[in-house]
């Protein structure tokens, strides 16, 4: 079972609209959850991270936690083509390192 | 804004040539990353390192892969006998306290292409 799972996509969204990008993870015992988003030949950069269950909200971008489902998402308000990238979920293990899913690659369209 | 640096930014190597990544953390960071990223593919952890000596490695970092902060300062990512499958994407990273606390600081990575 692969520990970070994300739906590789592309996922295609007109400019403006909402994007909604989901993750699942193994380990139970996970505590903290990160998004980052990385574009073509960089490195990743940070969006939010959260630790409890329920929602945070960073201007356009919101993540959501569901720790009995596994389930962390993030939500991208009004996208814009500059949001087009790849978005990798992150989880830490027990051990505290970061593990990735694939990502997902988002294409927001004028 | 502090950042995370990485020298080369690209490295061209022929297999069986010994290569050395160079990263400079951020100056009060405490814990040290390794990653790759092969292209096309997610990035994988290698190895932690904290307080001079490796901390947790992963089944990638095997004997070929060393790793050392030589002078406080620096933190390098030795690999002694590159393959073909060792191209990919090397990305640096380091934390003031351990990476489920907070952000990991990613440097810009140093790409590596064994021929």
Known sequence: QKEVEQNSGPLSVPEGAIASLNCTYSDRGSQSFFWYRQYSGKSPELIMFIYS???KEDGRFTAQLNKASQYVSLLIR???????ATY???????????IFGQGTTLQVKP | EPEVTQTPSHQVTQMGQEVILRCVPISNHLYFYWYRQILGQKVEFLVSFYNNEISEKSEIFDDQFSVERPDGSNFTLKIRSTKLEDSAMYFCASTLGRANTGELFFGEGSRLTVL
């Open chain 1, 53 to 55: 269950n329920g929602d």
């Open chain 1, 78 to 84: 009004d996208s814009q083509p500059s949001d087009s």
């Open chain 1, 88 to 98: 990798l979920c992150a989880v830490t293990s027990n051990t505290g390192k970061l």
